[in-house]
């Protein structure tokens, strides 16, 4: 009898172009491992743990339509995979690449050294255009468009059973350790509200993509708001971008919003390619100057959390991340920025802390971005936000902010977005934890005061060499020192560095 092929679901979590189930053939058995270990970390949460479980559920009532349910383990990876090859003759698994956070990547290395050890063939199959062991950007983007241009995965239309799977009980939260994390506007994880929700955004929403991307309020229904689909695979990039290409060839009048949701697209491939290329960027800042820099603030960082620092917009936005588990990318720059820059936090305290909020994270784009926002890249336009100025330009009427800060309601609009500047500040809602001018000031000044430091260029143009891009409209600030770097006449020390 043929032995089966073992499909490692990890964050791919659909039946629709899946190389690695395409690749596997008939014979196959689709494996889902809960990882206590990793639901225990500081950037994982319940939210994201219930999103997952429903998408569980889902895959597998799909897997079940084609023949073979998905067997679900619990354990410790490298431990449960032993145990399925030896009792079901199993010599070949196959996966997706993954470009997860630092426990992921130990943990796939564990496995590879098991793999290798007892004779296993474990196979990783790109599912976007991240590349490994990239070694030079330079010409990446055609090779990304070559990867989207390629056709989909063919569609596996039926699997021979393999064992029998007994339904398996997916834990509930609590039972992982995980604490509770009531999120009552989460969007729903199964693959029926992924494709609708596809179709939504093309079909209509689409229209006012452009115009309502930056403010919280209209951004809830204009943005396309498939990021946790991507996050954990239940769409593939490519599928994505060939329905929003047969969506642009229906309507060409949509171009432009199509375009530019494209182009997010792409940056989103760019980030995750970062996080390949230097997995420390997760841990360590980017520019080694900026280690050491910021200080914890342990009041500061339960107010910024708890959206109670006195700034309403940031307060608003964050509480209405807590509620939802998304929020849009300016507001989440917005967060960051403002924790690095006016509560001179460090990104790796915040970041962990908008991690286990997002039930979209995507380690790739989410420490990349905490870095930029934060400007420890070194290469990177600083972006100090100004929240009173974001709230006037995103929220003028206040309506968000009266929606997620009851405290506010009764407030004269003229100080809405001031409280502190009314005549009677409102009892219910605290004075501001810092002074928004001064502490943009010093931010200003320290951070351009270091980038002025002797060897702060030199270490910002071994990071351009390394990660920035090379398209002019994804990461324009890098791209810019790139085009700089490379018109300036070479230092001889770093011919001989590994570049």
Known sequence: MEHPVLVWFKRDLRITDHPALAAAGAHVLPVYIIEPDYWRLSDTSARQWAFTREALASLREELAALGQPLLIRQGVAVTELARLCRRHKITRIISHEETGNGWTYARDRQVAAWARANGIDWQELPQCAVVRRLQSRDGWQGARNRFLGAGCAPEVSALAPVCTVTPTHLPAPRALGLAADPCPHRQTGCHGAARTTLASFLGQQVEGYRRGMSAPRSAERACSRLSPYLALGMLSVR?????????????????????????????????????????ALEHRCLHPAHEGLRESDAARLAAWAAGETGLPFVDACMRYLRATGWLNFRMRAMLISVASYHLWLDWRETGAH??????????????????????????????????????????????????????????????????????????????????????????????????????????????????????????????????????????????????
């Open 354 to 499: 908008l991690a286990r909020l997002f039930t979209d994270y995507e380690p790739g784009i989410h420490w990349s971005q905490c870095q930029m926002q934060s400007g420890t890249t070194g290469i990177n336009t600083l972006r100090i936000y100004n929240p009173v100025k974001q709230g006037h330009d995103q929220d003028p009427e206040g309506r968000f902010i009266r929606s997620w800060l009851p405290e506010l309601r009764e407030l004269d609009p003229r100080y809405l977005h001031t409280p502190w500047k009314a005549p009677a500040p409102p009892p219910r809602y605290p004075a501001p934890i810092v002074d928004i001018e001064a502490a943009g000031r010093r931010a200003r000044e320290v951070m351009w005061g270091l980038r002025k430091a002797a060897g702060f260029q030199e270490d910002a143009a071994r990071i351009v060499r390394k990660h920035a891009s090379r398209a002019r409209d994804n990461d324009r600030s890098s791209a810019r020192h790139l085009r700089a770097t490379r018109r300036a006449k070479p230092d001889p020390a770093q011919l001989q560095l590994d570049l």
């Open 239 to 279: 599928e994505v971008e060939h329905a929003r290409q047969q969506a642009r060839l229906a309507r060409p009048e949509r171009a432009a919003p199509l375009n530019s949701f494209a182009k997010r697209l792409a940056w989103r491939d760019h980030f995750i390619q970062k996080l390949e290329d230097e997995p």
